[in-house]
């Protein structure tokens, strides 16, 4: 099973894409944790991105496409996969159609999580991410059991640089100018199944599998 999730950042991309990757064990492919890391090592694609990822801008096409090409040849992603945070930009949609088409492959689902602006500020003023392992945790909403350590791996947690009130103005203008039309993209496709954004992480889990499962009954109900 071939799915994207979308949608703004803080809507539980990531939270939710974890568990989703669990439930039908395919690989969680985020293009943002891909970036992090480089950055991170320093390698050649970090200091490609560094500048615009700080800035809160999306960095260049060609970058991400690459990745994701090479991510989508590995043998893992042969029963599925799942794209987080990628495609961001009407261009990267479609250079993943023209990747897919080539190896015959489609996309099922575009989750797209629907949520509003002043829930966003919050969740993300108040994510603390995992230095070792990625894993998300909220300040309050989903505190780890021991203040600034990782629950899965005792990793230290730490706040991302781009989740300061000024950075995540402009990401969250970016997405509406950027991305928003992607989601037009894949309506006209017929594959966007949308989500309320709003309530406990299982509950919006269980929204998803629904729709994953029930796809077709969804399409004619038309929303969630
Ligand atoms: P969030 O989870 O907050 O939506 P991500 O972790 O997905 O954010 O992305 C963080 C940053 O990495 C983005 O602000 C952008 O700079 C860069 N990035 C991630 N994915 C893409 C992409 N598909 N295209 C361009 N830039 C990207
Ligand atoms: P994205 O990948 O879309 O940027 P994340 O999954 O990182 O979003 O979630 C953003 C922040 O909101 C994290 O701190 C996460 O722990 C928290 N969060 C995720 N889902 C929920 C939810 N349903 N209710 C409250 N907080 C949430
Ligand atoms: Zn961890």
Known sequence: MNLIIIGPPGSGKGTQGKLIAERYRIPQISTGDILREAVRNGSALGVKAKASMIRGELVPDEVVVGIIEDRLTQRDCGKGFLLDGFPRTVAQADALESMLGKRGMVIDHVINIEIEVEELIGRLRGRRTCRRCGAMYHFTFNPPKKEGICDQCGGSLYQRDDDKEETIRSRLRVYARQ??????????EGLVRSINGFGCIDDIFHRI????ENGEAYAKRGSY
């Open 209 to 212: 599998v629904e729709v994953i």
């Open 179 to 188: 991305t928003g039309p992607v989601i037009q993209y894949y309506a006209s």
